[in-house]
C-alpha cells in the first residue's frame, strides 16, 4: 500500500505524524532526536529513528500476533510507518519487572531487584506538568478514561509483558520495565506510540549492561552502538 504523505499534524520529541489521503490512516516518521529529563537534556543519536522504526514493527507483528491490537499497519521505509489514526488516551502506562529507574529513586529500593508479581504505574501525559505518576482516582478525577478501560489498559499491558518477556530472553536480554500509549480507533482501545530502546528498559542478560535510552540519559557512551545491537537482537 502506498499513500502520500500529506501535511504534518503532530511533531514530538521523538516522532512526527502526517495525515494521508485515506482519512484513517497516518504516516508515523521516526527523528534521531533525543530528549530525558522532560526534555531537559537534549541531543541525537545518530540513526535512532531507523532502529526504533524497525523494532517497533516486528514487536508489534509480536503482539498482533498474541491478540493484542495495535496501530500497526505497515513499516514503510527506513523511518517511517503506517499505522492506523487514533485519539490517544493521555495516560502514560509503565510496567515493570525490575526494580530501575524513578521507582528506585521515588520509593528507595534497591536496583535490580525482581518485582513479582510486575506492578503497572500510570503517568499523566502533560509536558507542563512533567508527567507526573498519577492513580486510578486521579484518572477518574481527571476524566482521562472510566473505570472499564483504565482495567482494560491494566490488562493489555500486562499481557504485552508476558508476550515481551520471553521474546527478549530468547534473545539473551531482561526487560527492565517499558512504557505504553493506548489509543481509541472506532470505539475500540488499541496499543499505540512505539516499542523500542526510547520506551523500554533493556539490560543485557549476562553482563546487566543497559542497552536503552539510559546510556543517553546517564552519559554511559557507546549508545548507537546498544541501540544497533538492540536491532540486531530483535530483527537479526
Given at each position: 500500500?502506498?499513500?502520500?504523505?500529506?501535511?504534518?499534524?503532530?511533531?514530538?520529541?521523538a516522532?512526527?505524524?502526517?495525515?494521508?489521503?485515506?482519512?484513517?490512516r497516518?504516516?508515523?516518521?521516526?527523528?534521531?532526536?533525543?530528549?530525558?529529563?522532560?526534555a531537559?537534556?537534549?541531543?541525537?543519536?545518530?540513526?535512532?529513528?531507523i532502529?526504533?522504526?524497525?523494532?517497533?514493527?516486528?514487536?508489534?507483528?509480536?503482539?498482533?500476533?498474541?491478540?493484542?491490537?495495535?496501530?500497526?499497519?505497515?513499516?514503510?521505509?527506513?523511518?517511517e510507518?503506517?499505522?492506523?489514526?487514533?485519539?490517544?488516551?493521555?495516560?502514560?502506562?509503565?510496567?515493570?519487572?525490575?526494580?530501575?529507574?524513578?521507582?528506585?529513586?521515588?520509593l528507595?529500593?534497591?536496583?535490580?531487584?525482581?518485582?513479582?508479581?510486575?506492578?503497572v504505574?500510570?503517568?499523566?501525559?502533560?509536558?507542563?506538568?512533567?508527567?507526573?505518576?498519577?492513580?486510578?482516582?486521579?484518572?477518574?478525577?481527571?476524566?482521562l478514561?472510566?473505570?472499564?478501560?483504565?482495567?482494560?489498559?491494566?490488562?493489555l499491558?500486562?499481557?504485552i509483558?508476558?508476550?515481551?518477556?520471553?521474546?527478549?530472553q530468547?534473545?539473551?536480554?531482561?526487560?527492565?520495565?517499558?512504557?505504553?500509549?493506548?489509543?481509541?480507533?472506532?470505539?475500540?482501545?488499541?496499543?499505540?506510540?512505539?516499542?523500542?530502546?526510547?520506551?523500554?528498559?533493556?539490560?543485557?542478560?549476562?553482563?546487566?549492561?543497559?542497552?536503552?535510552?539510559?546510556?543517553?540519559r546517564?552519559?554511559?557512551?557507546?549508545i548507537?552502538?546498544?541501540?544497533?545491537?538492540?536491532l540486531?537482537?530483535?530483527?537479526g
Open positions: 500500500m502506498t499513500l502520500m504523505k500529506g501535511t504534518m499534524l503532530y511533531e514530538g520529541k516522532k512526527k505524524i502526517f495525515e494521508t489521503v485515506d482519512p484513517d497516518v504516516i508515523q516518521y521516526f527523528k534521531d532526536d533525543a530528549t530525558a529529563f522532560n531537559q537534556k537534549k541531543g541525537t543519536i545518530v540513526e535512532k529513528g532502529v526504533n522504526n524497525k523494532v517497533s514493527e516486528r514487536l508489534f507483528r509480536l503482539l498482533e500476533e498474541g491478540g493484542v491490537p495495535t496501530h500497526f499497519v505497515e513499516r514503510l521505509n527506513d523511518r510507518m503506517l499505522t492506523k489514526k487514533v485519539r490517544i488516551v493521555p495516560i502514560e502506562v509503565v510496567v515493570r519487572n525490575i526494580i530501575a529507574g524513578s521507582l528506585a529513586k521515588r528507595g529500593l534497591k536496583e535490580g531487584e525482581a518485582i513479582a508479581p510486575p506492578i504505574e500510570f503517568y499523566y501525559k502533560n509536558d507542563a506538568l512533567g508527567d507526573p505518576l498519577i492513580t486510578e482516582e486521579h484518572i477518574r478525577l481527571l476524566n478514561a472510566d473505570p472499564g478501560m483504565v482495567g482494560q489498559i491494566k490488562d499491558a500486562l499481557k509483558n508476558r508476550l515481551l518477556t520471553p521474546f527478549f530468547e534473545r539473551t536480554m531482561i526487560l527492565v520495565d517499558f512504557k505504553l500509549e493506548f489509543g481509541r480507533h472506532k470505539g475500540s482501545l488499541i496499543l499505540a506510540d512505539e516499542i523500542s530502546p526510547d520506551t523500554c528498559r533493556f539490560w543485557d542478560q549476562k553482563t546487566k549492561e543497559s542497552m536503552d535510552k539510559d546510556r543517553f546517564k552519559d554511559l557512551g557507546k548507537e552502538e546498544a541501540y544497533q545491537e538492540v540486531k537482537r530483535v530483527c
